[in-house]
């Protein structure tokens, strides 16, 4: 064999095939493209540029790990896809003479070539809109727009080595297929396997038990630890049981409607059901594949949209004030000393009169926190609480001194001693009474004081507010009670918060000023063992944004990557289900069938078999719905109404972008089918 | 009158490019009558598929006339072209045509179901065809699980089930070996003496030598006729071998 004449060849192959090349080509281009993006981004140096780090870092670090895994994965399965289709030619090419090592040359050639072409394709499309996702990304994690193009060779050789090994890996199994076949076997293997299917009963409600399984989980899901622990059973399960249901299930259930005589053998449904379960069975695997990809699509959008647009909100529950100080005292370790506070306190009032700040909805006041199990009336003492089955007992207890309640709510209370004023965040119902290892209160049901700061405190935890008298006494019992059970210090504190009427950068020089007043305030007391913590809402936006927006950047890339790989499947499946209609088409109209009563039957299946994925996925994503609010919980994200919202949108864009894509697939179906005719 | 009566026909393709028409077809005439079992034969490409396709509707003349009982069905709308094939016609093809996805059994029910027949009653019309094609116990196989003689079978029992007045094979043998083509012909001389009419094409001397009457067809016309009359199978061979090196000018096959 001449040398030439294999590039030829395989040149010719892809020519001739383009209708299956040039959307694999595609593919390759725009993995590499997307990898190298997101590579580029993921470096230190561009995050820096932007002025961000930390966790955006981390989280581009971990998409860029995602995106190589899923390149691996789908380049390698579309390939296997197009094999098959050309066998047929490499069978030919073998009984007119050519050996196995000619064929081998011819498709190593072939890979090849696509290889080269799509990562050069691929790496220029990635350098050119880097920088466009650059500032996209610096836009959504509030982070400074540089202007300065640059390439990053260190992504170009990331992209290079790893489209080298997907390369690398798909020829060696082409060719180890391309070996092990026969001439005959060659010529056969596309329509290889075209039987009807089989029912298997055993799968078919496999799937279905699986499914249920998996949305009992969701459904009844009770707290948002558990909820991440759960969350990967229950994808696991769902990605399981999507594909029973796909490949299985729904030739079981055409196989029940076609015994049931009456309904089968009626002209609607004679040829409808008998090739939906033909069809299934050799595209329900593709079609489960979409249905995943899409329901993770959905999932992507809907949570880190909504995490991004209800960033401000858990910001807010976070950080009820703008600014937050909370003081302890190392030394003594249990009391705040009032002298100490006073210091504070006057280097704070100086501040704001010096600053001219005016500070409003202060609040100010002791309080002492304890968190155990609440078992009835009892708080037991247990520290090690981030565990699924204590979850839902777990309470924070804030003690307050009444004299500081009074304050704050500008109104005289009566509390006798044993007696505690409560009102409760995240609870269920209120306990009639409270015991903290030796101390009793019976609580009364008492409105909140507006303008006490909740705090920093983890979402999702129920909270109970105590106003007691004789707030000295009840705190240090507890504090030896604890002290003694699990050799735990807890510790009382002082805050201070406050909102102003600041922009956000005079907020920024405020807190500037806010940490150095109390450094001095430190030094001059020369008591070193006191400690404070000061907190403003502005400092932590930053860090919120770059985490979000880092979520919702990464979530948009991942979904564009998934929905690529959606869209090729459907092509494909249209694809290859036009050239196996092709014949039926003929005989159909053969025996006396109308060509518009074949192009209703085949129009209606087509649309089921299209619109069944997204009905899945958004099955699947109404009954992840309750594990997704669990979760945002997580990230102090209480909003059920703006997750509602972010769905209900993601489930629309989806459901338009499938819509399109279907019209635009399905033309390339029929102008296969009718194509034939002439 | 005769059942089926072709007058004048003509057919020319046109290539798409506007480049030269391929006339298939020039002037075409015979009948068929009731019971008769024509065979049709002619060199590769001299027009017998075109032929076949016109009078089952699936294609339409360039001139000329067909009427099945007197009508002329080219002039009927789609629907009701497709609706008059199911009930008056009945097809048979080299390639089978049977659809991977049904069993032999609802391959054979497809023109039925097509027309409404509730499931009772075309059952009942099949036992004594699938008993007489020798086909019973293979009915709820796939095609893929039978032989190619089993599958013309099932496919002559599709053509028959729905009582065509006439069935059109192109080729019927054309995809079998030697026994089975035997054995397809037997059943086909077998549901002619039953008062089947059947018309077929073939290339096989032997097939045609087991019609009562062959038409051969050359350059787009019928170019000459032979009536079997009283002699056998033996004789008419002969008959359509020396017909064949007088049309080719070389012998058949
Ligand atoms: N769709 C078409 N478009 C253009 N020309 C056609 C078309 N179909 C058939 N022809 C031409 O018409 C002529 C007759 O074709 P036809 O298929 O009827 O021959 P045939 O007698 O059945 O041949 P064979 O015995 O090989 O099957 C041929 O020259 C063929 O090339
Ligand atoms: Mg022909």
């Keep these: ?678 | 009158m005769s059942l089926l009566e072709v007058k004048g026909l003509k057919k020319i393709y046109k290539t798409r490019f506007g480049g030269h028409a391929v006339e298939a077809l020039k002037n075409v005439n015979f009948s068929v009558d009731e019971g008769e079992y024509v065979a049709i034969m002619g060199e590769s490409g001299s027009g017998k598929t075109t032929l076949l396709n016109i009078l089952a509707a699936l294609d339409k003349p360039t001139a000329g006339t067909v009427l099945l009982d007197g009508k002329d069905f080219s002039k009927l709308k789609e629907a009701s072209v497709a609706a008059f094939r199911r009930d008056n016609l009945g097809f048979v093809f080299q390639d089978f045509s049977l659809l991977d996805t049904f069993t032999l059994e609802d391959n054979i029910y497809l023109p039925l179901v097509l027309s409404g027949n509730s499931y009772e009653k075309m059952h009942k019309r099949l036992e004594p065809i699938a008993e007489q094609l020798g086909i019973d116990r293979l009915l709820k196989k796939y095609p893929y699980e039978v032989s190619g003689g089993e599958k013309q079978r099932a496919a002559v029992a599709r053509a028959l089930i729905t009582n065509p007045r006439i069935i059109l094979a192109d080729e019927p043998t054309g995809a079998l070996d030697s026994k089975a083509t035997d054995e397809l012909l037997r059943l086909f001389s077998r549901i002619n003496e039953a008062g089947q009419t059947i018309l077929m094409v073939t290339h096989s001397a032997k097939a045609a030598s087991h019609a009562s009457r062959v038409l051969f067809i050359k350059d787009g016309e019928v170019f000459h006729q032979i009536y079997r009359a009283d002699s056998s199978c033996e004789k008419m061979y002969q008959k359509i071998v020396d017909t064949l090196s007088l049309l080719t000018g070389g012998g058949a096959e």
């Design chain 1, 1 to 678: 064999m001449k040398k030439a004449f294999v590039p030829k060849l395989a040149f010719e192959g892809i020519r001739k095939n383009r209708r299956m090349y040039l959307p694999y080509l595609l593919t390759w281009i725009l993995m590499a493209a997307m990898f190298y993006i997101i590579c580029y981004l993921a470096q230190p140096s561009v995050l820096e540029a932007i002025g961000r780090g930390g966790s955006t870092q981390v989280l581009l670090q971990f998409g860029t790990y995602v995106v190589a895994l899923f390149a691996v994965i789908f380049l390698f399965y579309t390939n296997s896809f197009l094999l098959r289709r050309r066998k047929k030619e490499f069978g030919l090419y073998n009984i007119l003479g050519m050996d196995k090592r000619g064929i081998s040359r011819v498709y190593l050639w072939e890979t090849q070539l696509i290889a080269v072409v799509s990562l050069i394709l691929g790496l220029l499309a990635g350098i050119a809109l880097s920088k466009l996702a650059e500032l996209a990304l610096s836009k959504l994690i509030s982070g400074i727009a540089t202007f300065t193009f640059t390439i990053s060779w260190r992504a170009v050789l990331y992209t290079a080595v790893l489209f080298a090994g997907i390369f690398v890996l798909i020829s060696a199994s082409g060719l180890v297929q391309v070996r092990r076949l026969s001439p005959m076997q060659l010529l056969r293997s596309e329509s290889y396997g075209e039987k009807a299917p089989k029912a298997n009963w055993v799968l078919g409600l496999l799937g279905v038990a699986v499914l249920v399984l998996a949305y009992y989980f969701s459904v009844t899901i009770k707290n948002p630890v558990s909820a991440l622990a759960l969350f990967f059973v229950a994808v696991l399960l769902v990605i399981a049981a999507t594909y029973l249901i796909f490949i299985a299930g729904s030739v079981l259930l055409c196989k029940i409607l076609q015994k049931r005589k009456r309904y089968y053998y009626k002209k609607e449904h004679f040829v409808s059901v008998s090739s939906m379960a033909y069809r299934m069975k050799r595209n329900g695997a593709g079609l489960a594949s979409i249905c995943i990809l899409l329901t993770m699509v959905l999932v992507m959008i809907a949570s880190t949209t909504c995490l991004y647009f209800g960033a401000e909100d858990s910001l807010r529950t976070q950080y009820p004030n703008d600014f937050i100080v909370e003081a302890i005292d190392n030394d003594t370790g249990v009391t705040v000393l009032p002298e100490n506070v006073e210091v504070y306190r006057a280097a704070l009032t100086k501040l704001l009169t010096d600053e001219g700040v005016e500070a409003k909805n202060n609040s100010d006041y002791y309080y002492f926190g304890v968190a155990g199990l609440l078992h009835g009336t009892t708080l037991q003492a247990e520290t090690s609480f981030v565990d699924t089955d204590t979850y839902d007992a777990l309470t924070n207890v804030y003690i307050l001194p009444v004299q500081d309640y009074e304050r704050m709510s500008n109104k005289q209370v009566t509390v006798a001693p044993g007696q505690a004023l409560v009102w409760g965040k995240q609870t269920q119902k209120l306990p009639k009474e409270l015991t903290i290892g030796p101390v009793h209160f019976d609580l009364i049901p008492t409105e909140e004081a507006a303008i006490i700061s909740s705090g920093s405190m983890i979402q999702g935890f129920a909270n109970l507010y105590l106003v007691v008298d004789d707030y000295d006494t009840v705190t240090q019992t507890i504090q030896a009670y604890y002290m003694e059970k699990t050799g735990e210090i807890l510790e009382q504190k002082w805050r201070f918060a406050f909102d102003t009427d600041l922009s956000s950068e005079e907020q920024l020089a405020l807190y500037d000023k806010l940490s150095q007043t109390f450094i001095d305030a430190l030094a001059q007391q020369n008591a070193d063992g006191f400690g404070y913590r000061c907190e403003a809402l502005e400092a932590q936006r930053e860090d919120f944004y770059g985490t979000y927006g880092g979520f919702f950047f990464l979530g948009i890339l991942l979904s564009m990557v998934f929905l690529i790989a959606a869209v090729l499947i459907i092509y494909y499946k249209q694809i290859s289900e036009g050239y196996e209609d092709q014949s039926r088409f003929d005989i159909m109209q053969r025996v006396g069938m109308t060509k518009k009563d074949i192009r209703k039957s085949i129009n209606s299946q087509m649309l089921t078999v299209f619109f069944l994925p997204i009905g899945m996925a958004v099955l699947h994503l109404v009954f992840a719905f309750p594990m997704l609010r669990k979760l945002l919980l997580l990230f102090g994200l209480l909003n059920t109404k703006l997750l509602i919202l972010t769905t209900g949108v993601s489930v629309l864009i989806c459901a338009v972008f499938y819509a399109i894509v279907y019209r635009i697939t399905s033309n390339a179906y029929y102008s296969i089918v009718s194509g034939a005719k002439e």
